[in-house]
């Protein structure tokens, strides 16, 4: 039997049990491209809106559980991807807005409704009788015909629920039910340890020469705080959740930096009521034993079976071959700090407080650059249109027209519609670019419709930004950072335009976490091309292009110091690795925190970079990325790296194949773009570069290889 080939029969269901929907929201708003209609919405729509549309949902899945016929691809698994389409209506409008233009009233109905959204996920995704129908359909997928797309689908919904617990005895449920909860106490507490240890390992000083260095305005704020902590006279240096302390390169008083990186290092492992590393100890342990629960070796196994990379020994392997040129420019960069340590009239070898100070002087001397030389050829509109949007033209023939008929949220937000490379429409986007109170900080995509061949609509896709915006009058000028992140944040709409999905929960950016990152920093490539730079990059008073040893500035000053940089990622990523890839009985021999130490240390140790030099950007005892949150970043935090690795890798292949060329771009856009999530990333990246991705690049691209003699 094909049962790919049929389409959802919601109609013999008991289309009478589920509820009529009713508001702005029941529908695909009636605006082209089925936009949001701003002037229709008032913030009083949600709860009611969001309360109808799960009840809508469940009584579309009840439908599909009480479906008398026998469980086939269409019925169960189509009718599961097609149900809750008013409650993605809801969401992705709500939640656009809570992001970028929130309110009081949107925030007391984000904070009551969040909850209620995941509860009523996990009630179908944990629904016994539901399930019973999904395994019945998987368990005949080899006898199915099906497209690729098809099949993946059928391999996620399954995939996902028994990650969720499907697949458990009753007696095994109760038993995750209980590490859950038990893990959602001790990761509470990690959290509550580390801020009360941050906060009383700040470094008081009673002498103000120790300080010096320091800005008057600084020494005035570590006044004030020591005030604000009882000890006024004092001087009080709040710490930062990293291992190195922002104020470390001003400290001129050596001891003072000592004191100051010991008070942060140590933070959290001094033995007393905030210790963290018992906590850790446990929480290593009861994920190792929740992943045996589910068959799998270890925490990382089971948080990893949807990423590119799969499994923490892939992961791995891959930090590990960094390590040679990482470690031998961490001997580097230290020689060459040491130099500067006795041109500076020091008797001492650097360590890691010393660090900061002077590669911030090295970097000072050799890659200043003074971003108010480089501002004025950067106008907001110009990176856009011109630069921007003008590769997307060069890579992949899109055309844009600025357009004023459709409602937006603020009068900062522009729209444009999107025009294929056979002059078709493409989608329709939306720019909010600037800082504002309501706005949560950082920069952003996401879709207000889904591209989807099913419902057929097409996509429309939203950039937020946070730059800081000039006064009326001025000029929108930005930051060669901001250009780069305009960039990057177009580099997931392309992605999200070129979907060519039928299903839109596999459509676009819908990819694994070690994999969505990767086609936005691609796209940031051509913020410095020379032809797009030229085109884009003029002075707003002048028109003069901008000079070209400004960009080499900017280039060189990225390969500055990355032996640290990176190193200290890098270690702290394989530390989340190795703590979630021990097996329960492993992470139960850890049972108190000298082991957790030895643990740490040994494993840093065996990766063979200057650890003591270099420590990781975060230890172990206030990771708060991994120990604070049931979820959260573990067995994730080598996502950043993965993904940088990809980018590079990408960006090799286009300079080997000449570049900004539309072949290039087709090529790019047929091989990644425009797959979603639909096959086997490797296999992705295969097809794109004609091999398997490569370290290389990335190393070269920090700096990462013997300086040029
Ligand atoms: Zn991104």
Do not use: C
């Amino acid at each position: 039997m094909n049962t790919a080939s049929e389409l959802p029969d919601t109609q013999t269901t008991a289309d009478a049990a589920i509820p009529q929907a009713t508001g702005y929201f029941a529908s695909r708003s009636d605006l082209p491209f089925h936009a949001p209609d701003f002037t229709r919405i008032s913030d009083d729509d949600y709860a009611p809106a969001f309360a109808q549309a799960m009840a809508i949902q469940n009584a579309e899945i009840a439908a599909i559980v009480n479906n008398p016929a026998a469980p086939t691809f269409a019925n169960t698994i189509v009718a599961m991807e097609t149900s809750g389409q008013m409650l993605s209506r809801v969401a992705t409008v709500f939640f656009a807005l809570t992001g970028a233009n929130t309110n009081d009233t949107l925030k007391a109905i984000d904070a009551d409704i969040s909850p209620k959204l995941s509860a009523h996920g996990d009630a179908i995704t944990l629904n016994p009788e539901l399930f019973a129908r999904v395994q019945a359909v998987y368990d005949k997928r080899a006898a199915m015909s099906m497209t690729p797309e098809d099949a993946k689908l059928l391999e996620e919904t399954y995939d996902s629920m028994v990650h969720a617990g499907a697949k458990l005895t009753p007696a095994q449920k109760e038993q995750v039910k209980a590490i859950n909860t038990r893990l959602s106490t001790i990761t509470t507490e990690f959290s509550q340890r580390l801020v009360q240890a941050t906060k009383d390992n700040a470094l008081v000083v009673e002498d103000k020469a120790m300080l010096a260095g320091l800005s008057d305005a600084e020494i005035e704020s570590a006044a004030k705080t020591a005030t604000s902590r009882g000890v006024d006279g004092k001087y009080v240096i709040a710490l930062q959740n990293t291992t190195q302390q922002p104020l470390l390169p001003s400290m001129e008083n050596r001891d003072a930096r000592e004191k100051l990186f010991m008070a942060g290092f140590h933070r959290a492992d001094k033995g007393d009521a905030n210790d963290t590393r018992t906590l850790i100890a446990e929480v290593a342990k009861l994920r190792a034993q929740k992943a045996a629960l589910f068959g799998l070796p270890d925490w990382a196994s089971y948080v990893m079976y949807d990423r590119m990379a799969k499994n923490p020994k892939t992961a791995l392997d891959f930090m590990q071959q960094m390590v040679p040129a990482l470690a031998a420019t961490q001997r580097r960069e230290a020689a060459m700090l040491n130099t500067e340590i006795k041109a500076d009239g020091g008797n001492y070898e650097v360590q890691p407080w010393d660090w900061d100070r002077y590669a911030e002087k090295v970097r000072k001397a050799k890659y200043d650059l003074d971003e108010s030389a480089t501002r004025p050829y950067f106008q907001v509109d110009r990176v856009l249109e011109d630069g921007v949007l003008f590769a997307a033209n060069k890579l992949y023939g899109l055309t844009f027209k600025k357009r004023t008929d459709l409602p937006v949220y603020h009068p900062d937000v522009t729209t444009y519609t999107v025009f294929d490379r056979d002059g078709s429409e493409l989608g329709l986007f939306y720019f909010d670019p600037f800082q504002r109170d309501n706005k949560r900080g950082g920069a952003w995509m996401s879709n207000y419709v889904d591209q989807s061949h099913l419902y057929g609509t097409k996509p429309v896709i939203y950039n937020v930004l946070n730059i800081p915006k000039a006064p009326d009058g001025e000029p929108k000028l930005v930051s060669f950072d901001n250009v780069e992140t305009m960039f990057h944040e177009f580099g997931h709409a392309l992605h999200g335009f070129f979907a060519n999905q039928k299903y839109s929960s596999l459509s676009g950016t819908a990819t694994a976490r070690d994999f969505v990152e990767y086609p936005s920093q691609v796209n940031e490539m051509w913020a410095a091309d020379p032809v797009i730079l030229a085109n884009y990059a003029k002075h707003y008073k002048t028109g003069a292009q901008i000079p070209a040893e400004l960009i080499q500035k900017i280039d060189a000053a990225s390969k500055f110091n990355q032996g640290y940089a990176l190193g200290e990622v890098v270690e702290a990523a394989l530390l989340d690795m190795k703590w979630h890839s021990l097996s329960a009985p492993q992470a139960a021999a850890i049972d108190t925190p000298e082991k957790v130490n030895v643990f740490e240390r040994k494993s840093l140790q065996e990766l063979g970079l200057e650890i003591d030099l270099v420590p990781p950007r975060y230890r172990s005892s206030y990771f708060s990325h991994i120990f604070s949150d049931p979820t959260g970043y573990s067995a994730g935090y080598y996502s950043y790296l993965w993904t940088e690795m990809l980018d590079r890798d990408s960006r090799a292949w286009f300079r080997a194949n000449g570049g900004l060329t539309r072949a290039n771009g087709d090529h790019y856009r047929d091989t990644v773009l425009s797959r979603g999530g639909t096959m086997d990333y490797f296999q992705m990246f295969q097809n794109f570069a004609g091999r398997q991705p490569n370290v290389q690049p990335m190393l070269e691209a920090r700096g990462l290889t013997e300086p040029k003699k």
